[in-house]
């Protein structure tokens, strides 16, 4: 599983409310990805890092943030909820020296 | 726009048969192209790669086609088994050689 952990796995939470998920990975891999993934749109990148402090925008970055502060831990926030961020979110990395992606367990967010 | 198009449709196929799944884009000229897995409730595994300078690339019973031309990918698995059942995605580098962008996946049902 290439040492990614996502926490939490499961998350319900309230309109307007902030919510940050983690991505914690162990073998000091330098880019990181963030994707949602909903029926019929398939997995869409959010945000991108390709080093500390290095991160980048993806298809739908509107609505959220992210932070990578130290290369293990890559933070999504929704700075407040919407029903429409309800979703599966996915945490990735690439493989070293390889364009290959390995994705986290996912993080179910439900936005009430 | 950039696109990448997958047949929304889900696949049906016999035990036994070849399943053959498409991938489109438009508006890239992708160095590389790859095929990934995906389980219910799991995330994306990669199966392969090909780059733009190969015409097929074979693992076991999957083969992999890549017509820059015609800006399409065939992922192909011989002798299909029930087990071979999930979601195929194909995946590229968008405006960047990090920036993985995925298709919407085509979903592969094998009756035994």
Redesign the interface.
């Known amino acids: 599983d290439a040492g990614i952990t996502q926490s939490p796995r499961h998350k319900v939470t309230e309109t307007g409310t902030p919510v940050t998920l983690r991505c914690h990975q162990t073998e000091n891999h330098r880019?990181m990805?963030w994707?949602r993934q909903d029926p019929?749109?398939?997995?869409?990148?959010i945000h991108?890092s390709?080093g500390v402090k290095d991160t980048?925008k993806?298809?739908v970055s509107d609505g959220y943030s992210v932070s990578r502060s130290k290369t293990e831990d890559f933070l999504l926030t929704l700075e407040s909820a919407t029903s429409s961020q309800t979703s599966v979110y996915?945490c990735?990395i690439?493989g070293q020296g390889t364009?290959?992606?390995?994705?986290?367990?996912?993080t179910r967010l439900t936005v009430v | 726009s950039q696109k990448i198009e997958q047949n929304s449709e889900a696949l049906n196929i016999q035990e036994g048969k070849t399943a053959t799944l498409t991938c489109n884009y438009t508006n890239y000229s992708p160095a590389y192209l790859q095929w990934y897995r995906q389980d219910p409730g799991r995330g994306p595994v990669f199966l392969l790669l090909i780059r733009e300078n190969e015409k097929e690339k074979r693992k076991e019973r999957l083969k992999v086609t890549f017509d820059t031309t015609l800006k399409q990918s065939l992922f192909h698995i011989t002798a299909s088994q029930p087990a071979d059942s999930a979601t195929y995605l194909c995946a590229l580098p968008g405006d960047s050689s990090y920036k993985l962008i995925f298709g919407s996946g085509t979903r592969l049902l094998v009756r035994p």
């Open positions: 880019y990805y994707y019929g749109h398939g997995l869409r990148l991108y390709y980048d993806g298809e996915f990735a690439l364009t290959e992606a390995f994705f986290g367990q996912g």
